[in-house]
Every structure is written in C-alpha cells, then in structure tokens.
C-alpha cells in the first residue's frame, strides 16, 4: 500500500509516478510531488519509480518565488 | 566601538492621527535641504483612487519629480509606505512597506515590497506615506517616534559603518528597555558605491534577542538613501493589536486572519514547508524543470544543485520562527546562526545571517557556478551587511563570468583575477571591492547596462553579443528564472512596469508546465489578471506569498484553479473588514488597474513606458550560442520541425540558432501586441485616453504627458 495525500492506495510493482497520476483526477496542476520527503517534478515522473509503503503529496504550484 | 553620536538638527512634536479603518491620512515629508519637516493630510480622492502603499509612494513621487529629474537629483524622493491592511497582527504576510524611487538603474520609478516593522510602526506612528527629498550635507538619522509623538533630524557620527552592525547598534539606542518598539531602515557602503544598493527593513526576534532583517532589493533605492547621506530611518511604536488598525468591522477582520493563518498552518507543512526551508524548495524544482539559471542563464540546469537547495538549506537554518511580521504562519524569513566567513571584515567572526531565499541561491549560486552553500551564506550575508542587492549582484557577476569566458574582458581588466564560472573567491573579492567603490568591483557595482558600454568603449568587446547575454532590461537586472521555454514568462518580465522582477507576473508553470494558456490571447488575459492581484498587494501592505504559494486543497476543483479563488475570497473579506469598502475579488483588480496604468504613463513622463523599451536580451527568449542550441538539441529541433514546420536536414547549429531566433523573436512581438491590447494601451504600448477614462486617472497632467507622446 501507498499513500497519496493521507489516502491509502495499492502498490503494484515498478508503480511509476507518471502511471499514478494518470490514475487520479484533476491533478492538472500536479507538476511536483513530495515522495517520501523529497521532492520529484514532473519531468521525472516516467522514470521514477515508486517504492511500497510511500507516502506522497501532490504540491498543487501554481506560483513561486 | 566608541558611543555613538546624534545631534538634533530639528525636532517637532505632533498630534498623533487616530488610525481610522487603516488610514491615518497623513503623509509626513522630511526635506534634507532645508531640514524641513512637513504632515499632511491625504485628499479623500487620493484615497480612493491610489488606496495607499504603492499607490500613495507614486502619486507623492509624480508631484515631486520633473520629468527631467536623474535618481540623484535632490527632488528625487524615497517614499515608504505600509497600507490600509498593513500590521494586522496574525494576518500572513500583513506587515509589509513598499519603498518606491527613481532608479539609478532605470531612470524610471522603482518598487520594492519588504517585511520587517518598520512600514506598520510608521504608519502606527501617525503616517500612512513618509516622504524623503532633498540632500543631507552631513550622514543623517530620521526619527518617527510614535510613542513621544515627535519627529526628529539627527546628525549622525561615529556610526557603524555596514547595516548588519547598524542595525543592532541603532535598535538598542532608539529603546534600550523594549528593543521590539524599534524598527530601523539602514542602507551600508555598498549602497554607496554602486548601482544597486538595496535597505535592509530590521525587526527584533524576540526569541533570539537580536535584530534581524530583510531587504527592499531591487533598483538600487539603497543607492539614492546614500546619495542622500541618511544613514537610518527609525520607526519607534509599542504594543499592536488587531485593533491597532481601528477596522470597520473587528469580528470580520478576525475571522477571516483566523481562517487563512490556520490554512498556512495546515498546509504549508503539505505543500511547500516555506516555514521550514523558506523559498529554497524552488531550488530543485526549478533545476528539474529547466528552469534554474546556471552559468548566466545559459542553461536551466545543472547536477549539483541538490547541494544549494531545500534539502541542504533545511539542517543548516537555525530552528525557531521566522516571521519578517507579527505572527505570521508562513514565516519564511529564516537564517543561519553562528556563520564564520571566511573573508572580508568579518572573516573568523560569529555573525547571524539571514537568508538565503531561493532569488540569492540562484543568482549567487548556481548562475554563477559555485554550488556550495557556505559560499551562497557567505555572499548573502556580505551583500546584507553592505546594502547591495543579491539579485542584481549575482546577474551581473554572470553576465561578468560569461564575457571573462569569453575573452571580451581579461586579467588586464580584472585586476588579475580569473573571473571564470565557479570561482568563488574570486566572486567574494569582487563583492568586497564593490562595497568599497574599488578595483573592478566598482565597475560591476554600476550594473549590467553600463558594464556593457564600459566593456565595448574602453575594452573593445563585442557589444551585440552583450545585448544578447546580459541579463537586463530596462536596465534593471533580471531576477532567477530562466524563460526560454515560456513566452508568458518572457512578457512577465519584458513587459513588468520596472523590469524583470518576479514580482508583478510569474506565469512559468502555468504556461509552460501546464499549458494553461496556449494562446497568444489566453496569455495576455493572464498578464493581465496576475499582475493586477500582485499589484493590489502592493497597495494594501502585504505579502504575495500567501495568495498562491500555499494553495486550499479543494483548489483544484474550482473553476478557475490558477487564480485561487478561495484566498482572493479573503483578500476581498480582509479589505472589507478592514476598510469598511465592501469589496469582491473583481474590485481587487480593478483598484490595481488604476495605479498600474498610472505607473505605466509615469514611465512615459520620465522618457520610458513605450514598446521599444519592453525589449528583452535574446538569452531571456532563446539560445543564443551553438553551445546552447547544442546542449537542448532534441528539444529545439523539434520545434523547428513540428511547430514552425521547417526542414531542417541540411541546417548546421548555427543556422538553427538563426532561424529558431528570428521565429522566437517574432512570437515575443506578438505577444507585446495582443497583452498592449488587453490592457487598453495602444500598439506602442501606451495606454489610451480612453482607458485612462475609464479607470479613472484622467488627471490634466497625466493627459499632458499622453499628450506630449501622441495620444489624444
């Protein structure tokens, strides 16, 4: 299992960030995740693969700086 | 250090005004001339039309300065502002000052948006605006103390010399029992001698028990402070309370602090944690996004940059709160304690440094190759402590590093010193010289603009390449994003009223990563609308980063996810509270509209504001070199191919960089066309006697200036 905001999800093996996402909705604004502390943009979710019992945060940026 | 001596030159006693939803309406002018100290009241149409902070500093500067005046004429004038909403305790981001100028950089009027107390302690000392003209003969203090009610003219000796010991130094005189009533606005030698000096804004860290500060940066308004001889603005207030702004509707003006502080307390620990890592988060994210400037904007990234960011930065930061305002949840403000440099007059001291943010990480950093972050805290605390902008130190030592690579300047020139990308010590020794107006130092301290007139008259260097890589426009230096890959953000900053800054548009993820606006129309309504809420802070006294830095989550299942309607919803609420106006989040851009129009025709009256000082250098908009065409090759190949649909078989890369620029080039000019129509400004980008009509500031002598430049 994984967790994504605080809900639980199933794991599958070589889960990669990109093939999450594309499981979740409106995540339109969804370009940088927080895996296990660390950040991941979204240039890097297709190779980043993601271990079981992660905990993710979508980080919704819209501005910066 | 001997003890300090303040001669009184002048001192008034006043009646303090009663705070009345916000607004003192008073303005207090301190003449250096004649020594002159003048309160005025504020006109209610000015209220109503300019609504204070930002707007207030520009309409007292267009009354004060010809259209003739140089930033160091003696009329040119130093307004620092807070805002109706400015020190609401609780509220974040609620205590800001907006110091405004003519720029030694631009010739044009300057805004800066700074924390510490100083904005609220003024405007609680009985003034909403104060305004500094004239020259000094010899290093002067300004006193506002709000708790004797009385205005002073010091003269100043035996001063410390840098703002780091000034500050401290000046807390402890003005209030030695309360240090917490003090807030002081210093400048340093940096200031002096060169372009860009910024002010340091202090507040006293309760929990440290010592002074911290943070900076009006941009457009050397430290520079015009100095040029003035004052050595300090001090701001003496006691206890403030929500009640301290006497606000239309107290119960409103509490329930909506209470709900977005507990938002940020909630969510930012999700989202961004700036209470924890400040902006320094940015510093990955823009790396994997091609978007943090390395080697002078040359490419987006770098493998090294994990070492300058977040995850660094977070066990460096000394832990406690970091609020630059009373109570303030996002308190991003953080610093490292017990730093040693390890040059300059502070070498093998114990100094408290505070910084870095993600801007001085970038520019000092990776823009310049050095990926260590003692060298970043150490250039930080330097340019502090010297009254110089991080921002415009770091572009301009890139722009010098690429010319010293490329042989358009040499050792003959730099005193010796190899200035190659990475070359930190060097970097360091630069700054030093800067701040003492010697050696090649002082020649970068004169900014990017006149380096490149210097470098082609007196050294022979290519002045077209210059164009091309020195980051500035309108002679201020470019801020730390790289906009290659997003047109959006190439009009956010070719097209801000001041120059490149971030503040009044930052569109890089909304254009480029999310494709919100893939239309030339779709982007100009968002640079209109995103300036325009960034503007309004700037009226009002507060912080941009609470809007949409730290974001609801049911955000994105609202209709328009990119302008956060909740929290416009409690800016609108907030005013509302505060003012007794009752407002919606369309008034918001609306009161924007007006000033920033304004603006806009301001730089017009001082020879600026038309399209062809929109302009940017072509790094900002694509690569100008083979190396950088060559480094990104699929990427642009591929627009040549697929989006300009070009064959481009028989092209050599430079072919490729000529054909890709003359495409991009074009696309920017569009850009300028479609964002001069939505904001009602006519093709050369100077705005209509109609829409001056309509938003209200048709004032006769704002006509005079359309007038004077063809528009009637």
């Known amino acids: ?65 | 250090m001997d003890k300090i001596n303040l001669k009184e030159i002048k001192c008034i006693s006043y009646e303090r005004a009663e705070i009345k939803k916000g607004y003192t309406d008073k303005s207090l002018r301190v003449n250096l001339d004649a020594n002159k100290i003048t309160i005025s009241p504020i006109e209610e149409r000015i209220k109503n039309k300019f609504i204070g902070g930002k707007g207030y500093d520009l309409w007292l500067m267009w009354n004060a300065v010809k259209a003739s005046t140089k930033w160091n004429d003696p009329e040119n004038t130093i307004c620092i502002s807070s805002g109706p909403l400015g020190g609401t305790p609780g509220y974040p981001g609620g205590g800001k000052s907006i110091v405004t100028s003519i720029s030694p950089l631009t010739g044009a009027p300057i805004d800066s948006n700074v924390g510490g107390y100083f904005g609220p302690y003024k405007k609680f000392s009985g003034f909403d605006v104060i305004q500094v003209d004239g020259k000094a003969k010899k290093d002067t203090i300004i006193f506002i103390d709000g708790i004797e009610n009385k205005i002073k003219i010091l003269e100043a000796n035996n001063l410390p010399t840098d703002s780091y010991e000034l500050s401290d130094v000046l807390t402890r005189h003005f209030d030695v029992d309360k240090p917490v009533n003090v807030s002081v606005v210093t400048a340093g030698p940096g200031a002096e001698h060169t372009n860009f000096g910024c002010l340091n804004f202090s507040w006293w860290d309760a929990g440290r028990k010592r002074v911290r500060y943070k900076q009006a940066g941009r457009g050397g308004i430290g520079t015009v402070f100095a040029d003035k001889k004052v050595k300090a603005i001090v701001a003496r207030f006691g206890a403030i309370s929500m009640k301290s702004n006497n606000p239309a509707d107290l119960d409103a003006l509490k329930l909506v602090t209470k709900s977005h502080s507990k938002e940020i307390r909630e969510l930012d620990p999700k989202q961004n944690r700036m209470s924890l890592v400040g902006t320094t988060h940015l510093v990955p994210i823009m790396n994997d996004h091609d978007c943090l400037p390395v080697h002078n904007f040359k490419f987006g990234s770098h493998p090294e940059s994990r070492v300058i960011g977040e995850e660094v930065y977070e066990h460096i930061f000394d832990k406690g709160f970091d609020g630059c305002w009373k109570g303030c949840t996002v308190a991003c403000s953080h610093g490292v304690k017990d730093f040693s440099p390890f040059t300059g007059p502070y070498s093998g001291k114990k100094v408290f440094v505070d910084g870095p943010e993600y801007e001085t990480v970038a520019g000092c950093g990776s823009s310049l190759g050095i990926f260590d972050a003692h060298t970043i805290i150490e250039i930080n605390f330097y340019c502090d402590a010297y009254g110089m902008d991080t921002i415009s130190v770091g572009t301009s030592l890139a722009f010098v590093m690429e010319c010293f690579e490329n042989k358009l300047i040499t050792l003959d020139h730099t005193g010796g010193m190899d200035l190659s990308f990475g070359n930190r010590f060097n970097a360091l020794e630069i700054i030093h010289q800067m701040a003492r107006g010697e050696g090649f130092g002082a020649i970068v301290g004169k900014g990017i603009r006149q380096m490149k007139q210097i470098f082609a008259k007196d050294f022979g260097a290519d002045m077209a390449f210059m164009q091309d890589i020195g980051m500035e426009s309108k002679g201020l230096e470019f801020s730390e994003y790289m906009t290659k890959e997003s047109l959006a953000q190439q009009g956010g900053y070719g097209l801000a009223l001041k120059g490149p800054q971030h503040d009044e548009a930052w569109l890089i993820f909304l254009d480029m990563v999310h494709n919100f606006m893939p239309t030339f129309e779709d982007k100009a309504e968002a640079l209109h609308w995103f300036p325009m809420f960034r503007t309004w802070f700037g009226l009002c006294g507060l912080c941009k980063l609470p809007w949409n830095d730290i974001i609801p989550e049911d955000n994105k299942n609202t209709s328009e996810p990119a302008k956060v309607a909740k929290h416009l919803g409690w800016y609108a609420d907030f005013f509302s509270a505060v003012t007794g106006r009752k407002s919606s989040p369309e008034d918001l851009i609306s009161m924007s509209e007006a000033v920033y129009n304004f603006q806009r025709i301001f730089n017009l009256k001082m020879g600026f504001g038309t399209r062809e000082h929109d302009t940017l250098p072509y790094r900002a908009v694509g690569p100008v070199t083979v190396e950088e065409y060559e480094s990104r090759q699929e990427r642009y190949d591929e627009q040549l191919k697929e989006k300009y649909e070009l064959d481009i078989s028989n092209m050599d890369s430079k072919e490729k960089v000529a054909v890709l620029r003359q495409k991009r080039e074009e696309q920017y000019e569009l850009l300028k066309n479609a964002v001069y129509k939505r904001r009602g400004w006519n093709n050369n980008g100077i705005p209509t006697v109609e829409t001056v009509n309509r938003l209200g500031i048709d004032f006769p002598e704002v006509l005079e200036v359309l007038k004077k430049n063809g528009v009637e």
């Open chain 1, 1 to 65: 299992m994984i967790e994504v905001d605080e809900k639980k999800m199933p794991w599958s093996k070589n889960l990669t960030m990109a093939s999450l996402l594309a499981t979740l909705e409106n995540v339109e604004f969804c370009s940088v995740v927080r895996l296990n502390g660390r950040l991941v943009s979204s240039p890097k979710f297709a190779e980043t693969i993601i271990p079981d019992n992660s905990k993710i945060q979508l980080l919704p940026l819209v501005a910066g700086g």
